[in-house]
């Protein structure tokens, strides 16, 4: 442990915080502006070139407010909430891989770098523990203040975390299932080593008999990404994902024509800030995670031959980032684009519609991968 | 599958609509071309020899629903007269903070002394600024219209001199034999508005109309054009 080493794990604190306030920065300004351009507006256009600094000026606004504290509130859990809503989202966000490690000689040591918070051998259960802890913030802000509206977002809130966190699991389960079984080391619940598995090409992993060899040629330009085999679960994680995190159409939690601003109505100023940096962060989360399960995560052309050094190191982050934006558009398409379910509609979907279908993928996945690891029962 | 069906429908219309046509004005920088009827800020008329149209008799003020007008009548002085009346509006306060720009003020005014203007940038810091007098509402003798603020960049003083197209619209009783009569007098600056462009005897509508109800078809367009007093009594013909 040497200076530098120091200096390199405070920058990767420091690091932890400012990326995803940048890219909570640029997510606003991105869904303000499609949103304008979806209904034919403009959007934010007067804090610098194109508005984009439209979100640090909402920012500072909010941080210089008054912070309106209601008289019925129990103020402990109250003023705990917006960082209970903060955590979950900055620690998910530490586990997301963000592309490959590289090493640099500095201080007479070579030293290895990784575009990763901390490579948890665990991090998908992580992401999930963490995903669940988040609906505490909803719940705890709801009940605190001491309001009926906040209350009944804050019901909301647990009713749907709870029966779109089975869906949303059931799916990652089939994935992970799915890469058990393209390695030889087993299992993994790192993110890192599923995006190690999904690199290559499909013609690595399929083999055909001989008549359809020429089929091998096609599938060697595929990209070997989970999104593939595992379209249902994809689509089941994005329908999950998008109503953990409260998104339209399923923001029923802060269903602004029935409930006021849901669970975050009695906050205001920085506590609202926390909050609402709380949901983009989760939001990017769940997009950068869709993107390491089903996307292939930095995984893309290197261009190692012709590129200089230097790019070629970030230019796994290029497409980590570069897909990552693509799913948060589809998020943000969505939202100006559908209509909000009704409450009933809403569990209708979870428990009758998703689940079963999560749950019959998952046997589905498992019948498939245990023929192909250990053959026909009969045979 | 139809429901999916309709989700993709959805999104498709959200897509298109990226590079479709913007609808945002960008305000201050450019200004929306007003709709020839528009509503805005009250300006008192005067005659083109200086006179004030106002001639103090509080119709307008009966007839304001929202009771923001306020009119004071004064007898005329008789070696100087204001108006051409024997009586002129001595006092003419509109609060603006309660004024409905209803326009009824003007369909009230039997000399067309107050009409509505274009302009609508009326903000004020304090309450007493959006009570209008006479010194703001009144034109100059050579037609210029007052403004409060007249060195803000938003005070368009073309936009006070465009009349409503209310009173330039319709002739008595809104009937159209009088479409094309001016039956408005001068104004100071301005002369005799003309009528308002849709209401001219080349009126689309006109030709679909059928016979019976096309007044202007059976009248030879060669004839000059009657007198007001003369096509009076048409009212009578028409049953």
Redesign the interface.
């Known amino acids: 442990m040497d200076f530098w080493d120091v200096l390199f794990v405070a920058a990767r604190v420091v690091l932890a915080f400012v990326i995803p306030l940048v890219a909570v920065i640029f997510l606003v300004w991105g869904e303000r502006k ?1 949103n304008a ?6 959007g934010p ?1 007067r804090a610098g070139p194109w508005g984009i600094l439209q979100t640090v000026a909402d920012g500072l606004k909010l941080f210089f407010k008054e912070q309106v504290t209601p008289r019925k509130v129990e103020f402990l859990l109250y003023a705990a909430a917006p960082i209970l809503a903060l955590i979950p989202a900055f620690m998910t966000f530490l586990v997301i891989p963000w592309g490959e490690g590289f090493t640099w000689e500095i201080g007479g040591k070579v030293r290895e770098f990784a575009f990763v918070g901390a490579d948890l051998n665990i991090g998908v259960l992580f992401f999930l523990a963490m995903s669940s802890v988040a609906v505490y913030a909803i719940v705890l802000a709801g009940w605190s203040s001491g309001s009926k509206y906040p209350l009944l977002g804050g019901i909301r809130g647990t009713a749907q975390a709870i029966s779109y966190e089975a869906a949303m699991g059931l799916a990652i389960v089939a994935v992970i299932l799915f890469a058990s079984t393209t390695s030889t080391d087993g299992g993994t619940l790192s993110f890192v080593e599923l995006v190690e598995r999904q690199r290559g090409t499909w013609d690595e992993v399929v083999s055909l008999p001989g008549g359809l060899s020429w089929f091998e040629n096609v599938l060697g330009l595929i990209p070997r990404w989970n999104i593939l085999p595992q379209f249902i679960a994809f689509v089941i994680f994005m329908i999950a994902a998008v109503a953990e995190t409260n998104r339209a159409p399923f923001d029923l939690v802060e269903a602004e024509q029935e409930l006021v601003g849901g669970f975050h109505t009695e906050y205001s100023g920085f506590r609202f800030a926390m909050f609402f940096l709380a949901e983009y962060t989760n939001m990017f989360n769940m997009s950068a995670i869709a993107v390491v399960l089903f996307f292939g995560g930095w995984d893309g052309p290197t261009f190692d031959q012709w590129l200089p050094g230097i790019i070629v190191t970030f230019l796994p982050l290029f497409w980590f980032l570069l897909k990552t934006a693509a799913v948060l558009f589809v998020y943000i ?2 939202r ?3 209509p909000r379910l009704r409450y009933d509609q809403l569990m209708n979907l979870g428990w009758k519609r998703l689940i079963p279908a999560a749950l019959v993928w998952l046997i589905a996945s498992t019948v498939v991968v245990s023929v192909r690891q250990f053959g026909w029962p009969w045979a | 599958m139809g429901i999916l069906n309709d ?1 993709a429908k ?2 498709k ?3 298109r ?2 590079w ?5 004005a ?1 305000y201050p920088k450019d200004m929306r071309e007003k709709p020839q009827r528009f509503h805005g800020r009250h300006v008192l008329n005067r005659y083109p020899d200086g006179m004030e149209k106002c001639i103090g008799c509080e119709l307008c003020a009966g007839a304001c629903p929202a009771h923001c007008i306020y009119v004071r009548g004064s007898d005329n002085p008789v070696e100087a007269p204001v108006s051409p009346g024997e009586r002129f509006g001595f006092v003419y306060e509109i609060n603006m903070l309660r004024c409905i720009f209803c326009a009824l003020c003007v369909e009230a005014c039997p000399t067309e002394a107050i009409t509505m203007t274009h302009l609508f940038e009326m903000s004020t810091t304090n309450r007493e600024d959006a009570i209008y007098t006479k010194s703001e509402l009144l034109i100059e003798v050579d037609g210029t219209p007052n403004h409060m603020f007249p060195d803000d960049p938003l005070a368009d003083m073309d936009e006070l001199r465009k009349a409503d197209g209310w009173m330039r619209a319709v002739a008595p009783g809104g009937r159209a034999a009088y479409e094309g009569e001016t039956p408005w007098s001068e104004s100071a600056g301005v002369g005799v508005r003309p009528a308002e462009p849709a209401q001219e005897p080349t009126r689309p509508l006109i030709a679909v109309l059928p016979d019976f109800l096309n007044v202007r078809s059976q009248e030879d367009p060669g004839e000059p054009e009657a007198s007001i007093a003369e096509k009076a009594p048409m009212q009578e013909e028409e049953e």
Do not use: K, P, S, Y
């Not at chain 1, 351009?37 to 403009?42: E, L, P, V």
């Not at chain 2, 479709?20 to 945002?24: A, H, I, K, L, N």
């Open positions: 499609i351009d979806m209904t034919n507006r403009i256009n398409w969505i100006a684009t559908w | 989700f959805g999104l219309v959200t897509l609509q990226i479709g046509e913007r609808v945002t960008e």
